[in-house]
């Protein structure tokens, strides 16, 4: 079954087609899909309220069940700050390197014990017949000093698990512990129920 993902990001689109795959679900963007979507205002104030806002235009535009995800990083010694406005943190969104260079600017002086951070996602499935299927996942870490790593994006190279930033672990170890990934595992526990009842109704 076709889903359709309510972004333009590729990294996230693979991300979503590596674990959902097995369910036999196949993730298009909305350019794969043939798609024109509305940006949608981004008003909610936790990440769930940015997911089902995403999935609900996406799904209501296209007529196809749409996957929407809203995730973001939440750093202790900013009071969880960057939060649901991470992609936006230096005032242009998606500038991923004026992002991690405010946030490494803030903690310039603060020290390792302090640095603490977690990675919080929020997925959002709605389907055409009204139904809505919403999962959470988080991936505690710390940020580092410098980026490393040459993978992921976002603030990937400053957010290290262990002794490596997401930016440096294959995708496939990225899955297995990233906030996106306990996140999609939640939402692929539950999505076979609403597929069986899928089954057979003409609105799908």
């Known amino acids: 079954m076709d889903f359709l993902i309510a972004t333009h990001n590729l990294k996230k689109r693979d991300e979503l087609q590596r674990i ?14 043939g798609v024109d979507l509305s940006d949608v205002d981004e008003t909610g104030t936790t990440f769930l309220e940015n997911a089902l806002l995403k999935a609900r ?12 995800d809203d995730s973001g990083l939440c750093v202790d010694a900013l009071d969880g700050a960057p939060g649901v406005y991470s ?9 991923d390197k004026k992002n ?8 310039e002086n603060v020290p390792d014990e302090k640095r603490t951070a977690k990675f919080v996602s929020a997925v959002a499935c709605v389907f ?13 870490g710390k940020i580092g000093y410098a980026p490393k790593g040459e993978g992921g994006f976002g603030y990937d190279p400053l ?22 990934g306990n996140a999609l595992r939640a939402l692929a526990d539950k999505l076979p129920a609403y597929l069986e009842d899928t089954k057979g109704t003409e609105t799908l």
């Open 20 to 33: 959902l795959s097995p369910l036999g679900v196949h993730v298009l963007t909305a350019d794969e899909a």
């Open 100 to 107: 991690n260079d405010k946030l490494l600017g803030l903690l």
């Open 87 to 95: 992609a936006r943190f230096a005032g242009e969104h998606g500038n």
């Open 159 to 180: 957010f290290f698990v262990g002794e490596r930033s997401f930016a440096e672990l294959l995708p496939e170890e990225k899955d297995a512990v990233s906030h996106r």
């Open 128 to 140: 055409p017949d009204g139904r809505e299927c919403t999962v959470e996942g988080e991936c505690k």
């Open 57 to 68: 235009s996406g799904c209501k535009e296209s007529g196809m069940p749409c996957i929407a």
